[in-house]
């Protein structure tokens, strides 16, 4: 199957459903819902929905049963703009990702406010070469290490040979 037809057809999933959301649904507790996401099996005969909400007085579980009952109308939709030959099992699913952003960036703001630059001691910015010194670096890299990892390499090659 074309690798370029499955992320085509789920973005035009995606207009087609928030559109008809927006403009077809009548039913105001479907208002600010929007489909933020969709993926489509391989075969095409199943499609998880993604969808947000906002400023909706409704919760996310009477949101999501509302979306349940009115796939039939999702559906004929699908059918009606002729973008599949089989019309794909509809689930639907909130997108957190919203809820999952605010709590990475509440978590990063706990962690910066622990590591004010207040404190003397702690800089993210610290650039060793500026720590170290020349003769630092001579006597991390010390010349019998390097004929001792020469030999190990020397070793090696020899029980390849052997081996061929």
């Known amino acids: 199957m074309n690798s ?3 992320p085509r057809l789920q973005n035009e999933l995606k207009k087609l459903l928030n559109i008809t959301l927006s403009q077809k649904v009548r039913n105001p507790q479907l208002a600010w819902v929007q489909v933020s996401d969709v993926k489509l099996s391989k075969d095409l005969r199943y ?11 409704a919760g996310t579980k009477e949101i999501r ?8 109308f ?13 019309i794909p099992e509809l689930s639907f ?22 590591y004010d ?4 001691d702690y ?13 630092d670096y001579d006597d991390f ?5 390097e004929d001792d990892y020469d030999d190990f390499f020397d070793d090696e090659d020899e029980e390849d040979e052997e081996d061929y």
């Open 93 to 114: 699913q909130h997108d957190n990702t919203e809820e999952r952003a605010a709590k990475v960036e509440a978590l990063l703001a706990r962690i910066k406010d622990r």
């Open 4 to 6: 370029h037809r499955i």
């Open 123 to 135: 800089d993210p910015d610290i650039d060793l070469d500026d720590l170290l010194e020349e003769d």
């Open 117 to 120: 630059d207040d404190d003397d």
């Open 65 to 72: 049963d509302l979306l349940y009952k009115t796939s039939g």
């Open 47 to 57: 499609a998880k929905i993604f969808f947000t909400h906002y400023n909706n007085p």
């Open 74 to 86: 999702f559906k004929k939709q699908i059918a009606g703009a002729k973008l599949m030959r089989t």
């Open 141 to 145: 890299f010390d010349d019998e290490d």
